[in-house]
């Protein structure tokens, strides 16, 4: 099974090459930046869930392929951010090459919200790396990750729930952003339980 820097170097090709064949497809127009920065909102999903619940169902369901999961999981980071920079990118074009329509599509609140996850993206991405989490200290990294997690699934939950009543195509987008937070915490509270049952012996 492929793995490591490896699975990064794959996943972010598929993503940037996606991205690039829907914009080229669509004869470079605008609705093909728009297809692309769904499509990317898309796999950045996908892949942050991975991220995200890795630890968590090794907990609840611990297989060979939780277990792969776990192993891969700064993998599935950083391939998370280069799918989000590369939303980000398409995000820029479309605000460059049609202003009027971009300010249909968002707004100043969503800009600074969904801005300041880009800021965790890059910490997060920048501290999977040995030296600077070596830099960073286990402590300051466990919470950068925990806080910055937590800010990343609220953004998606945001972008997703508020297109939910839209179309029924999201149904399944907002019951995997649901899905991930109640794994992180049904194994947040099995793990609590579990320490208090060693204090208390
Ligand atoms: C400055 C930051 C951001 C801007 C300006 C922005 C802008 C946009 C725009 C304009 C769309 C709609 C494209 C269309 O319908 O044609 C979109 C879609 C989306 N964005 Fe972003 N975005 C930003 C950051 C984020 C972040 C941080 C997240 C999640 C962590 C996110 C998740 C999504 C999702 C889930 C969609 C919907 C994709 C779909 O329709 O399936 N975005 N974004």
């Known amino acids: 099974m492929m793995a490591g820097w490896r699975l990064v170097g794959v996943l972010s090709f598929l993503v940037a090459a996606m991205a690039a064949g829907l914009v080229i497809s669509h004869g470079g127009d605008v609705e093909g930046l728009r297809v692309a920065i769904r499509a990317t909102a898309r796999t950045s999903l996908v892949l942050f869930v991975l991220a995200f619940t890795a630890s968590a169902l090794v907990e609840l369901l611990p297989s060979e392929a939780t277990r792969w999961q776990r192993r891969n999981r700064r993998y599935f980071g950083v391939s998370f951010a280069v799918s989000h920079f590369i939303h980000l990118g398409v995000i820029l074009a479309l605000a460059s090459v049609d202003q009027a329509l971009f300010w249909k599509l968002t707004n100043i609140s969503t800009i600074v919200l969904a801005g300041s996850a880009y800021l965790f993206i890059a910490a997060m991405a920048a501290t999977s790396f040995?030296?600077?989490?070596?830099?960073?200290?286990?402590?300051?990294?466990?919470?950068?990750h925990l806080i910055g997690g937590w800010y990343i699934w609220i953004s998606f939950a945001i972008a997703v729930g508020k297109r939910v009543p839209l179309d029924r195509f999201y149904w399944p987008m907002g019951a995997l952003v649901l899905a991930a937070a109640i794994v992180r915490l049904l194994a947040m509270s099995r793990r609590g339980r579990r320490q208090a049952v060693i204090g208390a012996s």
Do not use: E, N, T
Not at 132 to 137: K, Y
């Open 130 to 144: 040995d030296r600077p989490a070596a830099w960073l200290g286990p402590r300051k990294w466990r919470l950068l």
